[in-house]
C-alpha cells in the first residue's frame, strides 16, 4: 500500500514557474512504485498523463509539456517533484501524482495506476 500526498500548486502568470511535489509512504515491504508520474485534468477535459519516471530514474514527458516541465525523484526523500517553467494558460488544471505497481509503458496511464495523491489546483493567467 502507498500513501501520496502532494504539496505546491497555485496561481502565477504566463511564463512563470511553480513546483510540484508529492511525498510517498509505503506500507509493507514491497516497492510498489516501479513507476510514478503526473497528470492533469482541465475543466472539462479528460485526465492525461504527462510526465513519468521509473526506478532508473528514465523520465517520458508528453509533447505538451516537453522542454518546459523537469520530473525528478529523490528515493532518499521518498519525494516526487515536477518542476514547471515557462507556463502558458492552457496548463491551467488539476495536478495529480500518481504510482503505478506493474506499469506497461513509459508514461503512466489512468487504467493502470494503482495508487493517487489528492490533486493540487494550477493557475496560469495570462
Known amino acids: 500500500q502507498v500513501q501520496l500526498v502532494q504539496s505546491g500548486g497555485g496561481s502565477v502568470q504566463s511564463g512563470g514557474s511553480l513546483t510540484l511535489s508529492c511525498s510517498w509512504r509505503?506500507?509493507?515491504?514491497?516497492?510498489?512504485?516501479?513507476?510514478m508520474g503526473w497528470f492533469r485534468q482541465a475543466p472539462g477535459k479528460e485526465r492525461e498523463g504527462i510526465a513519468a519516471?521509473?526506478?532508473?530514474?528514465?523520465?517520458t514527458y508528453a509533447e505538451s509539456v516537453k522542454g518546459r516541465f523537469i520530473i525528478s525523484r529523490d528515493k532518499a526523500k521518498n519525494t516526487l517533484t515536477l518542476q514547471m517553467d515557462n507556463l502558458k494558460p492552457e496548463d491551467t488544471a488539476t495536478y495529480y501524482c500518481?504510482?503505478?505497481?506493474?506499469?506497461?509503458?513509459?508514461?503512466?496511464?489512468?487504467?493502470?495506476?494503482?495508487?493517487w495523491g489528492q490533486g493540487t489546483q494550477v493557475t496560469v493567467s495570462s
Open positions: 519516471i521509473d526506478g532508473d530514474g528514465s523520465t
Open positions: 500518481a504510482a503505478e505497481k506493474a506499469p506497461c509503458g513509459p508514461m503512466v496511464m489512468d487504467v493502470t495506476v494503482d495508487y
Open positions: 509505503i506500507y509493507g515491504d514491497a516497492d510498489e512504485t516501479p513507476l
